[in-house]
C-alpha cells in the first residue's frame, strides 16, 4: 500500500508531538521516502508503532530497513557511531568513555 497523506498517523507520533515539524512526522517521512529521500529524520523514531494502527491503508514505513540502508551508506549519527565502537572494542553498547 501507498501512504495517502490523510495525516492521521500525526494524532499519537511521540516525535511529531514534541518537534510539531512536518518532516519528522510519519507522514513527512512517507512524503520523504517517496521522493526516495532518506536521511538522518529516519533516526528520530520510536519505533512505537501508533503510526501504522492509526493508518486507514496500513501503510508501514518500514524504518528499520530504512535506517539499515543509512548505515549501510556511512550516514549515522555520532550517538549511533559511538554505541558501533563500545560495542566493537567492550562488547557493549552502553559504556561511557
Given at each position: 500500500?501507498?501512504?495517502?497523506?490523510?495525516?492521521?498517523?500525526?494524532?499519537?507520533?511521540p516525535i511529531y508531538k514534541v518537534l510539531l515539524?512536518?518532516?519528522?512526522?510519519?507522514?513527512?517521512?512517507?512524503?520523504?521516502?517517496?521522493?526516495?529521500?532518506?536521511?538522518?529524520?529516519?533516526?528520530?523514531?520510536?519505533?512505537?508503532?501508533?503510526?501504522?494502527?492509526?493508518?486507514?491503508?496500513?501503510?508501514?514505513?518500514?524504518?528499520?530497513?530504512?535506517?539499515?540502508?543509512?548505515?549501510?551508506?556511512?550516514?549515522?549519527?555520532?550517538?549511533?557511531?559511538?554505541?558501533l565502537e563500545n560495542i566493537k572494542k567492550f562488547?557493549?553498547?552502553?559504556?561511557?568513555?
Open positions: 500500500m501507498k501512504c495517502i497523506n490523510c495525516g492521521l498517523c500525526k494524532g499519537k507520533c515539524k512536518e518532516m519528522f512526522s510519519p507522514r513527512g517521512k512517507a512524503i520523504l521516502k517517496m521522493n526516495k529521500i532518506i536521511d538522518a529524520s529516519f533516526y528520530l523514531c520510536t519505533l512505537c508503532g501508533f503510526c501504522k494502527e492509526e493508518c486507514p491503508v496500513n501503510y508501514d514505513l518500514k524504518i528499520l530497513d530504512e535506517r539499515e540502508k543509512l548505515v549501510k551508506e556511512g550516514k549515522i549519527t555520532k550517538a549511533n557511531k559511538r554505541i562488547g557493549n553498547p552502553f559504556v561511557k568513555l
